[in-house]
């Protein structure tokens, strides 16, 4: 039940951050909920914890360590990892507000999560055999 959650939350949140982002991010309301769709949308991070605890692949430290073991055990590519990474470094900019996430990060961050749909719809594929 938790996997499924986790995917529909990233569906739906993915879907939110595509929505805004062909709107004008410069605008205050539009800026903040664009990060905050975003924030949300790098859910894959859940995902990840998910795997890695339930197929008992190890104590990941780090979020970007979660991904390095994914990316050992075959779940997901090099290019893959590279992408994970940087959404988790954007992702920390939003939630740790160590310093403001420009527009243009925020519109890369979207293109990131649309990468990521890859990785979620393979996990969901396979739900049955996590």
Known sequence: ?????YILRFERHLKGAVNLKSK????YFIYNTLAMEC??????IDLAQYIVAKKKLGFPS?????????????????????????????????AHEYYRISE????????L?????G???RIKAEADNI
């Open 113 to 117: 999560l649309e990468k990521c749909s």
């Open 62 to 94: 780090t979020y970007r360590e979660l991904f390095e073991v994914l990316e050992s055990e075959g779940y997901i590519s090099e290019d893959e990892l590279k992408i994970f990474k940087r959404l988790i470094f954007l992702r920390n900019l939003i």
């Open 1 to 5: 039940m938790r996997l499924a959650e």
């Open 104 to 111: 243009s990060e925020l519109l890369e961050m979207v293109n």
């Open 39 to 44: 924030s949300q949308g790098a859910n894959p």
């Open 24 to 27: 004008v991010v410069k605008d």
């Open 119 to 121: 990785f979620v719809s």
